[in-house]
């Protein structure tokens, strides 16, 4: 009955909705972090637009290797409209993925599969674990996007087939209406070129099914869609171009931390990108665990698994062109299937990180439009519209528990997309030579202000591979914020300097060995790292409170004061300034203006204790014993642990026999 024949397409998207719902209790992980939250770009008024003059890592230090306009236009939009919170952005994507299950199966109808089948390869892209990454990663809409445009083109592809003896306006219209569509995937992500395949291969005319919608599948592709396609790609080039970005990645602009096949020369790259393709493969066929014990740093050999890899990937390109060649539908979707996964496979092109299960996406739709065909197929023939009720009761049988299956994988492997810690730690125990996993672990970590955890990972992470600068760089903050001692700030120093070494143009690693210095009591050597972090940034304001406290740590105290003065002047929202402008006066001598620098910060700060104890300080060093005891009240009233400032304060000691001050001191 026509009312019920939308029925599959609700029921998969309802299915694929429902089962990713706990994502949206997830927060920005990893790359969501330096694209969303943490960059201005997107927050930007004009940023939807502005995101077609500019290469995909805009706003954020990264390379310019990728134009994928549309997701950061998505991201601008989704975060004006949604909030700018991580649940909204979590949403889009579970909504986009239900959106997409359900485009899948109603292509797989419209190509000619039974309605069952449709359903179940709509099933299949919904709770597939291949899927999970795509959509528990806000980033990973690169995927998700282009998955939606590829298929509503798709839809207009088939439909201008099915119908024959169409007008010449309506044939260039929907060509048109194809090319637009295709266009917008390919400004979503590049692998969506896979699309080609289909009207490439639709060249040839496919053999009808008695009984289905054969005719969606049989007419030829005309020359209109063809000539729309490549007028697509063309754009999208020039796009590429008029932006500023590279046409092609290349293996020399790749990171060999973040993908370390880029630092293994060829042909050992072929080898390993081969037996890691065959991992990807398999996982996308039984997707039952994702896992790579291959340690990169080891020459490079042809074993067990290149040969399968090689040997599978052989089998796939000539089953493709045999099939197409017997005029098999099936061809189409396996074909896709297969052009979308050689981009993500690193024999073609390098990608951006050497584990990244979201590639997955565009090819898993490919093959479960190929399953409701198969599925169809194995039908009697001419009973493609409806199973016996028998052979539906077997099929649901073996499928039940399946279905289950999947689904459950599914969750679990989502959900380690639920923080830095939990996704770093999983990647740590697929991964064991992979030093982006323990890099990241690190940093998740020190984002959880928890650097003595971070620190057995970075020194992981630089073990395996000692190239990557930040890696260096985070191991000398995490050793900084642990050391107890002068043996731990001069390993931290050393870590940090050896980042400074790799990449002298990195002002946090300026900044972070000008602070290490001054807890060494190296004033002079702690300038020097802070003017050069500012002849990088000449505006970065912690590079000028450093150089403030090391030139006044060597006397100059005239130049030290003016640069404390420049800083307040520029920012006086900083409570940390006045905190540092104040213990410079006292240790000047000049009570006076200590007083009034913390007088001003305890109105502009009524609630940051520090400042009360501050003016008890300066009570106190002038005798002003009542005044004193009244403000050290206020600041244990605001902060209990202002009674354990007291005991390291010289001022205090004229207090000390007081009854009322060693109340204060010793409850």
Not at 160 to 178: F, I, N, P
Not at 306 to 322: C, D, H, P, Q, T
Not at 548 to 561: I, N, P, R, T, V
Request: hydrophobic share 50%; proline share 6%.
């Amino acid at each position: 009955m026509k009312r019920w024949r939308y029925a599959p397409c609700v029921a998969v998207a309802a299915l694929a909705a429902g089962l990713y719902l706990p994502t949206l209790r997830f927060g920005f992980v990893l790359d969501d972090k330096h694209l969303i939250a943490d960059n201005a770009f997107v927050r930007d008024p004009w940023s939807p637009l502005l995101a077609f003059a500019h290469h995909f890592w805009y706003g954020v230090p990264a390379a310019e290797t990728y134009y994928r306009p549309l997701v950061n236009a998505s991201f601008a939009l989704n975060g004006r409209i949604l909030g700018w919170g991580p649940f909204g952005f979590h949403l889009l994507n579970v909504l986009l993925h239900a959106v997409n299950a359900s485009l899948v199966a109603a292509l797989s109808r419209r190509l000619g599969a039974a309605p069952w089948a449709a359903g179940a390869a709509g099933a299949i892209m919904a709770i597939d674990p291949a899927a999970s990454w795509a959509v528990a990663s806000i980033v990973a809409r690169v995927d998700l996007l282009p998955a939606l445009f590829v298929l509503v083109a798709w839809l207009a592809y088939a439909r201008r087939q099915g119908e024959v003896g169409d007008s010449t306006r309506g044939t260039w219209r929907r060509a048109l209406t194809v090319a637009l569509l295709f266009l917008c995937a390919l400004l979503s992500k590049e692998s969506a070129m896979a699309f080609l395949v289909v009207p490439v291969l639709g060249l040839r005319r496919m053999t009808a099914r008695r009984g289905g919608l054969g005719s969606a599948a049989a007419s030829r592709t005309d020359a209109p869609t063809m000539l729309g396609c490549l007028f697509a790609v063309a754009a999208s080039f020039g796009l590429r171009r008029l932006a500023g970005v590279g046409l092609v990645m290349r293996w020399e602009s790749m990171d060999p931390f973040v993908n370390p096949l880029a630092g293994v020369p060829f042909p050992g790259r072929l080898y390993d990108a081969l037996r890691l393709s065959g991992r990807y493969l398999f996982y996308l066929i039984v997707p039952i665990g994702f896992s790579d014990p291959t340690d990169y740093a080891a020459p490079p050999r042809v074993d067990f698994g290149v040969l399968f890899a090689g040997s599978g990937l052989l089998i796939a390109v000539v089953g493709v062109f045999v099939l197409w060649l017997r005029r098999h539908p099936v061809a189409l979707p396996l074909g896709f299937s297969l052009a979308a996964f050689l981009p993500a496979s690193n024999l073609l092109v390098p990608i951006a990180s050497v584990y990244a299960l979201n590639f997955l996406y565009l090819p898993l739709a490919g093959l479960s439009l190929a399953c409701g065909e198969v599925l169809t197929r194995l039908t009697r023939p001419g009973a493609a519209e409806a199973q016996p009720p028998g052979r539906t009761r077997r099929w649901g049988l073996v499928a039940a528990p399946v279905a289950v299956l999947l689904m459950t994988l599914s969750v679990r492997e989502a959900g380690i997309w639920r923080d830095g810690v939990t996704l770093a730690t999983s990647w740590t125990e697929r991964f064991p030579h992979y030093a982006f996993a323990y890099g990241s672990l690190g940093v998740a970590f020190l984002d959880r202000s928890d650097p003595q955890a971070a620190v057995p990972a970075l020194r992981r992470a630089v073990a395996i591979d000692d190239r990557s600068a930040e890696t260096r760089f985070n191991l000398g903050l995490a050793l900084m914020l642990t050391a107890s001692d002068k043996k731990g700030l001069d390993e931290a120093l050393r870590f940090t300097r050896s980042a400074l070494d790799l990449n002298p143009s990195y002002p946090e690693a300026h900044v972070n060995a000008s602070r290490i210095l001054l807890r060494l009591d190296r004033p002079a050597e702690a300038a020097a790292e802070a003017r050069a972090a500012l002849d990088l940034v000449p505006g970065l304001e912690v590079a000028r409170l450093n150089l403030a406290e090391a030139l006044a740590g060597q006397s100059l105290k005239d130049d030290a004061d003016a640069q404390f003065r420049q800083l307040l002047a520029a920012d006086r929202g900083d409570p940390r300034l006045r905190i540092s402008y104040f213990l410079f006066l006292m240790q000047s001598g000049d009570r006076k203006r200590a007083r009034d620098v913390a007088e001003d910060a305890r109105r502009d700060f009524p609630g940051i204790a520090w400042f009360d104890f501050c003016l008890a300080r300066v009570e106190a060093a002038a005798a002003r014993r009542k005044e004193a005891l009244a403000l050290l009240r206020s600041a244990i009233a605001k902060d209990p642990a202002a009674r354990t400032w007291i005991v390291e304060v010289d001022e205090f000691k004229t207090l000390h026999g007081d009854p009322d001050f060693e109340e204060l001191a010793h409850p």
